[in-house]
């Protein structure tokens, strides 16, 4: 079996099938002179119909993206380049090249909403202050990102998942077209754990989490990251992560309620525990306990319970008196 790499940019911009066709004729040299090229390609693909095939050229052919390469008669998608002149910092004047444009309305994106999300992308990069060669090829995938947010029920807001929950025509289409979850008992399987696996984590987490992912990533994270990623979020924008809360009662020191604490439920919590037992080797039980208590004050402080730190009880200074005939001899023994 031969295997074929589809670029996941085109996949992204032209769609899965077309994608995969252009990979095709890529890797197999195909002639693209040949009146019968679907036939052609329809002998050697058979999970293709014969109408998918010719539906697929005659958009690579309606898009003008298949053309002769300098050899072999290749196909080339034409994708904007970086910068020719090498990595350099983005300022306030930057704008995307015309091939940008191009490029995002074969999704159908209109100028319009692509130049609205400028501002925002410079903004963004220029408090990174990083210099890069492909803000072009960035400012696409920011773009599209944008786009999905934009054209989802939600607004790309996170929501809770639940079992009625269905993906869209186009999820079926791709799992079923790459063979994966290729039967609805896998894909409610696969629903099901999401589900049970996300439903400690609050949607203020889920929210941080999928805005870290949309910053950062390229690419969808795995259940395994997704999980890890949402554990490192805070709880909420006054209580931070529980990672956080236990790495700061492990740094603080006696007296500990004079510690200056981002939250006083990381003072009860690690009192809870036991100062003593964060020296202690068995992190992973002191970890285990402390997450415990700190998730149920937690819960109770985002419910609306106030918690105040102790006072610290100061005891007034003992005033020592001296007689007169002490203090005498005292002065005279210092020739004072």
């Given at each position: 079996m031969?295997?074929?790499?589809?670029?996941t940019?085109?996949?992204?911009?032209?769609?899965?099938?077309?994608?995969?066709?252009?990979?095709?004729?890529?890797?197999?040299?195909?002639?693209?002179?040949?009146?019968?090229?679907?036939?052609?390609?329809?002998?050697?693909?058979?999970?293709?119909?014969?109408?998918?095939?010719?539906?697929?050229?005659?958009?690579?052919?309606?898009?003008?993206?298949?053309?002769?390469?300098?050899?072999?008669?290749?196909?080339k998608?034409?994708?904007?380049?970086?910068?020719?002149?090498?990595?350099?910092?983005?300022?306030?004047?930057?704008?995307?090249?015309?091939?940008?444009?191009?490029?995002?309305?074969?999704?159908?994106?209109?100028?319009?909403?692509?130049?609205?999300?400028?501002?925002?992308?410079?903004?963004?990069?220029?408090?990174?202050?990083?210099?890069?060669?492909?803000?072009?090829?960035?400012?696409?995938?920011?773009?599209?990102?944008e786009?999905v947010?934009?054209?989802?029920?939600?607004?790309?807001?996170?929501?809770?998942?639940?079992?009625?929950?269905?993906?869209?025509?186009?999820?079926?289409?791709?799992?079923?077209?790459?063979?994966?979850?290729?039967?609805?008992?896998?894909?409610?399987?696969?629903?099901?754990?999401?589900?049970?696996?996300?439903?400690?984590?609050?949607?203020?987490?889920?929210?941080?989490?999928?805005?870290?992912?949309?910053?950062?990533?390229?690419?969808?994270?795995?259940?395994?990251e997704?999980?890890?990623?949402?554990?490192?979020?805070?709880?909420?924008?006054?209580?931070?992560?529980?990672?956080?809360?236990?790495?700061?009662?492990?740094?603080?020191?006696?007296?500990?309620?004079?510690?200056?604490?981002?939250h006083?439920?990381?003072?009860?919590?690690?009192?809870?525990?036991?100062?003593?037992?964060?020296?202690?080797?068995?992190?992973?039980?002191?970890?285990?306990?402390?997450?415990?208590?700190?998730?149920?004050?937690?819960?109770?402080?985002?419910?609306?319970?106030?918690?105040?730190?102790?006072?610290?009880?100061?005891?007034?200074?003992?005033?020592?008196?001296?007689?007169?005939?002490?203090?005498?001899?005292?002065?005279?023994?210092?020739?004072?």
């Amino acid at each position: 079996m031969k295997f074929i790499e589809i670029n996941t940019e085109e996949a992204e911009t032209i769609g899965l099938k077309a994608a995969f066709l252009l990979a095709f004729i890529k890797s197999n040299n195909i002639d693209k002179n040949n009146k019968n090229l679907a036939d052609i390609i329809s002998k050697k693909i058979s999970f293709m119909k014969i109408s998918e095939i010719e539906e697929s050229i005659a958009k690579l052919e309606r898009l003008n993206l298949i053309k002769p390469g300098t050899s072999n008669n290749l196909y080339k998608l034409k994708l904007p380049s970086g910068n020719s002149h090498g990595a350099s910092m983005i300022t306030k004047n930057w704008t995307p090249s015309e091939n940008v444009y191009e490029v995002l309305s074969m999704g159908n994106i209109k100028k319009e909403f692509i130049d609205s999300k400028l501002p925002e992308f410079r903004l963004y990069w220029m408090e990174k202050n990083v210099a890069k060669d492909d803000w072009n090829h960035k400012f696409v995938n920011f773009v599209k990102q944008e786009w999905v947010k934009n054209q989802s029920y939600n607004n790309g807001e996170p929501y809770q998942i639940d079992f009625d929950w269905e993906p869209s025509k186009d999820v079926y289409e791709i799992l079923n077209f790459s063979k994966v979850y290729d039967s609805q008992n896998k894909i409610d399987l696969a629903k099901r754990l999401w589900a049970k696996t996300l439903k400690n984590f609050n949607k203020f987490q889920l929210q941080m989490a999928m805005k870290n992912v949309f910053l950062n990533n390229e690419y969808l994270p795995t259940l395994n990251e997704f999980v890890k990623l949402s554990s490192q979020q805070a709880l909420s924008e006054e209580i931070p992560s529980v990672l956080h809360a236990f790495d700061e009662a492990s740094k603080s020191y006696d007296p500990h309620v004079s510690f200056k604490w981002t939250h006083p439920i990381i003072y009860f919590a690690g009192k809870k525990v036991g100062w003593n037992n964060f020296h202690d080797q068995q992190k992973t039980l002191v970890m285990h306990n402390f997450k415990n208590y700190y998730l149920e004050y937690a819960e109770q402080a985002m419910n609306g319970k106030t918690f105040k730190l102790p006072q610290i009880e100061t005891k007034p200074k003992e005033k020592h008196f001296i007689d007169r005939e002490t203090f005498l001899k005292l002065k005279e023994k210092l020739n004072l």
